[in-house]
Nanobody
Framework: QVQLVESGGGLVQPGGSLRLSCAPS????????MGWYRQAPGKQRELVAA???????NYADSVKGRFTISRDNAKNTVYLQMSSLKPEDTAVYYC??????????WGQGTQVTVSS
């Protein structure tokens, strides 16, 4: 069973930055596609960004140019650097791991609140 441990959420003012980290257990990380999703109150969970094992990335239109996903295979860690944060970015952010055979694993979520 893969476990994902997220960190880095918190309260930030509009225009500020945060970096989320996620460190899955086990040795599947380097073969997996990693993603960050978010869910705001009353809304469906949505994909924010994803990165394949080869380093290809894709982003939701709402975060393009502001968020950057990256991975460090040596540290078994995926990051989400968030800049120019807006109140509408407020949500619980979830780390996701998808194996080559499409098994999916989720972290427990970390709260990001953008407010003055």
């Amino acid at each position: 069973q893969v476990q994902l441990v997220e960190s880095g959420g918190g309260l930030v003012q509009p225009g500020g930055s945060l970096r989320l980290s996620c460190a899955p257990s086990g040795s599947i990380f380097r073969l997996a596609t990693m993603g960050w999703y978010r869910q705001a109150p009353g809304k469906q969970r949505e994909l924010v960004a994803a990165i394949t094992r080869g380093g290809s990335t894709n982003y939701a239109d709402s975060v393009k140019g502001r968020f950057t996903i990256s991975r460090d295979n040596a540290k078994n860690t995926v990051y989400l650097q968030m800049s120019s944060l807006k109140p509408e970015d407020t949500a619980v952010y979830y780390c996701n791991l998808a194996t080559p055979v499409k098994d999916m694993y989720w972290g427990q979520g970390t709260q990001v609140t953008v407010s003055s």
